[in-house]
């Protein structure tokens, strides 16, 4: 097969970009280009991302991306073989600005559509970044997801498990919220932490060493708030400490509900050829440090895409148009954004 050339465009939450990918005959890619602008400042003072603020700031910045990621790419338009964005899940307003975009871009220069589930784009980038093969287990932990699926195939996905109540991007952001930390609070409670004593608080694994690997973090984001009034005023050794506290806790959690779910997947016949961390809480040097291990005690090694691809990116997204596009897989104009879409 020849080589794809695909535009990916990512709008579902407080990201805006665009990228350029090739996909080769023999399966592997090359990022030409990947330009990705934050929102963070804007929804700074808010603590969280505001939908109407976002949906609007992509709509200023989107058309000047993709210009610019043709341009860095050294392409035109009408040399791309498909044109891709994420049209779910995520924010609405933020999802509708992408996929009309794509579709008039589509339309206009007479190329293919593809539709892609963000979700999947993140299972996938580790086929782009470290050419796995399938089947493997896709720990996907992001601000608004957490779930652990066995990968089989381009659209073959069983969720083995998932939250019940908050993410663990979530749980971070709101424990740094809770503590007074900048928001987006991931990587401050791991900077944070790194100065903490993780065994001043005992904090709890909820679900720990349950047959089902689903997570559970509200009641653990419950004990931060009880520990932090019982000592208010917070010193800055204290948030340390907490900080230490929670995210020894969410490693724990981690490696327990992953090691079950690669129990779960050899039950089933299917031996992972790797363990894939993919999402924002992927950045995390401890995340990475424990499902290391855990991959390796099961067999299997641990695959993770560099920071700048594990969070929201355009790379993601048409590094996936381009394995569908691959197998034929396209979308008609009329494909409607979707807030909810699961796996
Ligand atoms: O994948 P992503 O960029 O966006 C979503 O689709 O949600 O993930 C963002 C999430 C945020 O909750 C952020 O706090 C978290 O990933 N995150 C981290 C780190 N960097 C980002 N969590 C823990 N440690 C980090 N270093
Ligand atoms: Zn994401």
Redesign the pocket.
């Known amino acids: 097969m020849s080589d794809l050339l695909l535009l990916g465009i990512e709008t579902?939450?407080?990201?805006t970009a665009a990228a350029i990918v090739r996909r080769r005959g023999d399966g592997s890619g090359t990022i030409l280009s990947n330009v990705v602008r934050s929102q963070t400042e804007a929804h700074a003072e808010y603590g969280g991302v505001v939908p109407e603020i976002a949906s609007r700031a992509h709509v200023e910045i989107l058309d000047h991306l993709i210009a610019l990621a043709l341009r860095s790419a050294g392409i035109t338009l009408a040399q791309v073989d498909g044109i891709a964005a994420a049209a779910g899940p995520?924010l609405i307003g933020g999802v509708i600005v992408g996929l009309t975009t794509a579709k008039a871009l589509a339309l206009a220069a007479n190329k293919p559509l593809i539709a892609v589930n963000?979700l999947e784009a993140?299972a996938l980038t580790a086929r782009l970044t470290d050419k796995v093969p399938f089947p493997f287990l896709l720990l996907l932990?992001?601000?608004?997801?957490t779930q652990l699926v066995a990968v089989t195939g381009i659209g073959e996905y069983t969720k083995l498990g998932g939250t019940i109540d908050d993410?663990?991007?979530?749980a971070?952001?709101k424990t740094?919220k809770m503590l007074g930390l900048p928001?987006?609070?991931?990587?401050e409670?791991?900077r944070a932490a790194l100065k903490g004593d993780a065994s001043r608080f005992a904090l709890p694994r909820p679900l720990h060493g349950k047959p089902v690997p689903d997570f559970s973090l509200s009641g653990l984001k419950t004990a931060v708030r009880q520990e932090a009034l019982k000592i208010a005023p917070l010193s800055d050794e204290d948030v340390n400490d907490l900080c230490a506290s929670f995210?020894a806790a969410i490693v724990d959690i981690l490696a327990d509900r992953t090691r079950c779910a690669l129990r779960l997947m050899l039950q089933k016949g299917l031996k992972p050829n790797a363990l894939v961390l993919?999402?924002?809480?992927?950045?995390?040097?401890a995340?990475r440090r424990v499902l290391h291990k855990v991959a390796a005690d099961a067999g299997t090694r641990l695959a993770v895409p560099p920071?700048e691809l594990?969070?929201?990116n355009g790379a993601m997204i048409a590094w996936a148009g381009a394995e569908r596009l691959a197998r034929g897989l396209t979308d008609d104009l009329g494909t409607a954004p979707r807030a909810r879409w699961p796996l």
């Open positions: 579902t939450c407080d990201e995520g963000h993140h932990v992001s601000g608004g997801h993410a663990i991007g979530e971070f952001d740094a928001y987006p609070g991931g990587p409670v791991e995210q993919a999402g924002g809480v992927g950045a995390n040097q995340v920071p594990c969070t929201d």
